[in-house]
């Protein structure tokens, strides 16, 4: 795959844009509906957060493929309470302290006074809900993985009922199982070819010639390869000595163009959004 890869000014896709700046919202909304997939990273602050909600919903209804990173899952769940449950006021304390309906809260062990170290950080275990969701066909496990963190807010566990009674599912979630890790929709009745967020940073393991099975994926469904290639690979069983099979050999997906939209600018954006996309670029030799 020969990636081009694109990155939008997410605050000149809010509403607000179009009054004030007509010429730039629509060039930025050009560039989503012109791209195969939409890539949300990392973030911090609320600069640009309406615009990253806007981005999660277009790929949802109109079935682009979808990868969330950090904030990218934040979002993708508040676009799905205000859309599909209809709590159109649903919203992360980090913007609006006030939300009477907080999709994301503020994790509470970590301290609201101190900054420097206080992050959820480092190498920690997602325990897979299920065996035949897209996250354990991609990285081939069937109990858990283990993925890197930078984050100080998380999906509010008290709604995650509500959003899975709608289609949202929390396929992955940490060992209390009280921490929601990764997200997908719902296979039937969405019929979407690839909707999958993740907590954690997968650009933080991403190698040149080892991809994270969650960008590898999102690539894939870009280029609409993802079904051919999961079909060569066995769907991982309930077993713990069970040996994952290798992934085909790259050269079988062909040489094409594909064209992806980066989803940036709000507050200042942490170190994984530039590791996603310096690793995407890398990996698939794109150019910015």
Not at 30 to 38: E, L, P, S, T
Request: proline fraction near 7%.
């Amino acid at each position: 795959m020969k990636l081009q890869l694109d990155w939008v000014e997410v605050q000149y896709l809010e509403r607000e844009a179009k009054e004030t700046d007509a010429a730039k919202y629509e060039t930025s909304w050009q560039q989503v509906r012109a791209a195969d997939g939409v890539l949300v990273p990392g973030g911090f602050g609320n600069r640009g957060v309406e615009g990253k909600i806007l981005a999660a919903q277009y790929a949802r209804e109109h079935k682009v493929p979808y990868l969330g990173i950090c904030l990218g899952m934040q979002v993708a769940v508040i676009e799905f309470a205000r859309n599909v449950l209809g709590v159109k006021d649903a919203d992360s304390t980090e913007f609006n302290p006030g939300t009477p309906n907080p999709a994301v809260v503020f994790m509470p062990e970590i301290s609201t006074k101190h900054m420097g170290g206080t992050m959820r950080l480092g190498g920690r275990r997602t325990v897979l809900q299920s065996i035949s969701c897209l996250t354990a066909k991609l990285y081939q496990k069937e109990q858990y993985i283990d993925e890197r963190h930078r984050h100080r807010y998380e999906v509010n566990p008290e709604m995650v009922p509500q959003l899975e009674a709608a289609g949202l599912m929390f396929v992955g979630k940490d060992e209390t199982g009280e921490r929601m890790e990764v997200v997908e929709l719902q296979e039937n009745p969405s019929g979407h070819p690839f909707y999958a967020a993740a907590q954690f940073h997968p650009e933080f393991k991403s190698r040149p010639g080892r991809a994270s099975p969650l960008f590898l994926g999102f690539i894939l469904a870009s280029g609409k390869r993802l079904n051919s290639y999961l079909t060569s690979r066995a769907t991982p069983q309930p077993s713990p000595h069970s040996t994952p099979v290798k992934p085909s050999p790259a050269t079988s997906l062909g040489l094409e163009g594909l064209n992806l939209s980066a989803i940036g600018g709000s507050g200042s954006s942490s170190s994984g959004a530039a590791a996603g996309s310096g690793a995407s670029q890398a990996l698939f030799k794109g150019s910015s």
